[in-house]
């Protein structure tokens, strides 16, 4: 079965009313949108099976949906290859969008955002309950729907869970589905140019992940095509 991933990179915004990736911003009138919330300064990776509620103090770092098996194992493999190189100790940059220029320990580990987790296990439960469609959610009516792009579903994250109103113009949504493993979702990612910058883009600061496994009929690329059951999420953010 061929694999598909796409990717979704957030554009800057002049202001919270300018165009862009999923429309205007959250903030009212013609004041600006507040900018991106602040990350951890030490990198936490929750275990999985947290308990809601559990973390490392901060909003961010607060769990609000507990991490499966391979949420944490996707988290685990993003910080060592930007360390290391490699994903579940195998070399895994020849070819890729840092192939060349890579340097071990020159990129920072990135910390679990709880909101992105938690607007990433969304959209991976909504591609593999109602269909793949990538970065789309085109079925508002669908119990799993939660936000037609990745910016209006990480800003309705951040309302929902921390109250506060802001512009998702600083990160990156990766999407897979078919790939059984962690690991080999992170190399299909890590060898697709788009992905890869997504991941080891020097500015990132926090991450979460995201996915669903079950049985699943999909939208794309044609209706009623039966995909296997496992869609995957990656949130960026700075």
Known sequence: MK????????????????????????????????????????????????????????KLGTVYVSPNTQEVALMQFVNEVRTKGTINGVPALKGTCVDGTFTPGTLSELTYNGVLAYAARKHATYNGTYGYEAHAETQPTHPNFYGTTSKERVERAYRDLTGQNIAFTWGQENAGFGYSKAADMMHAWIESPGHCRGIMEPGNRTMGMGYHTGPSTVSYPAPGVSLGPNTWVQLFGK
């Open 3 to 58: 694999k598909i991933l796409f990717i979704l990179p957030m554009l800057a915004l002049a202001a919270c009313g300018g165009g862009g990736i999923g429309g205007p911003g959250t903030g009212g009138g013609t004041n600006p949108a507040p900018p991106a919330p602040p990350a951890p300064t030490a990198i936490f990776i929750p275990q999985v099976g947290a308990a809601v509620g559990s973390g490392d103090g901060s």
